[in-house]
């Protein structure tokens, strides 16, 4: 069975780094575009940007650019996304999605992660 | 680059067909045939629908359906039932900003 499994809630302070993890289960990335997406506290979801799993190609909404990092590994099949310095308005649940290259629509999401920043 | 614009809620009787509009430019649905639709329950994974416009996954009922015209795009679904109860995402390719941009998100109640 096809899976992506991110990494568990987390609570940060403001300023502190963090790195969150979606890791694909049952099939090879090589050949898959993963994406990560933002859901804020009662608002719609966001495209953060994109990474390709082949050579790492990356692609970032504006808004998100010069924010978040986003890389992967392809000898453990796993994306991450991460912050250099947490603000309390990064305080969201985000999602990682995957799509085949050539593709253009989300097949498979992970089950999300609640990152929690406050002091 | 603005989020493309879906109505805030959208209800409907079991039973009943509902339509989700979601409109664009010409520079993401008006341009591109990629046009994609999720199901989104919150705290669960989104749920692919419709993708390039109105082809469905396998495993996706057939009372969800999409077409688009110009700039804008639509999920149809018949036959409303309670479990259709979530809020509805369109998402398209874009050439301006992002690569992909997400509607305002649709929150569907059955009555």
């Known amino acids: 069975e096809v899976q992506l499994v991110q990494s568990g809630a987390v609570v940060k302070k403001p300023g502190e780094s963090l790195k969150i993890s979606c890791q694909g289960i049952?099939?090879?990335?090589?050949?898959?575009?993963i994406g990560w997406v933002r859901q804020m506290p009662g608002k719609g979801l966001e495209w953060m940007g994109i990474?390709?799993?082949?050579?790492?190609?990356?692609a970032y909404n504006p808004s998100f650019q010069g924010q978040v990092a986003i890389s992967v590994d392809k000898s453990i099949t796993t994306a991450y996304v991460q912050w250099s310095s947490l603000k309390a308005s990064d305080s969201a649940i985000y999602y990682c999605?995957?799509?085949?290259?050539?593709?253009?629509?989300?097949?498979?999401w992970g089950q999300g992660t609640l990152v929690t920043v406050s002091t | 680059q603005s989020a493309l614009t879906q109505p805030a809620s959208v209800s409907g009787s079991p039973g009943q067909s509902i339509t989700i509009s979601c409109t664009g430019s010409?520079?993401?649905?008006?341009?591109?045939?990629?046009v994609s639709w999720y199901r989104h329950h919150p705290g669960e994974a989104p749920k692919l629908l419709i993708y390039?416009?109105?082809n469905r996954p396998s495993g996706v009922s057939d009372r969800f359906s999409g077409s688009k015209s110009g700039n804008t795009a639509s999920l149809t679904i018949s036959g409303l039932q309670a479990e259709d109860e979530a809020d509805y995402y369109c998402?398209?390719?874009?050439?301006?900003?992002?690569?992909?941009?997400f509607g305002t998100g649709t929150e569907v109640t059955v009555l």
């Open positions: 999605a995957s799509t085949r290259h050539g593709n253009h629509h989300w097949d498979y």
């Open positions: 049952g099939y090879s990335f090589t050949n898959y575009w």
């Open positions: 990474i390709y799993f082949h050579d790492s190609t990356t």
């Open positions: 010409s520079h993401d649905i008006g341009r591109y045939k990629f």
């Open positions: 390039d416009v109105s």
């Open positions: 998402t398209s390719d874009s050439d301006i900003g992002s690569p992909y941009v």
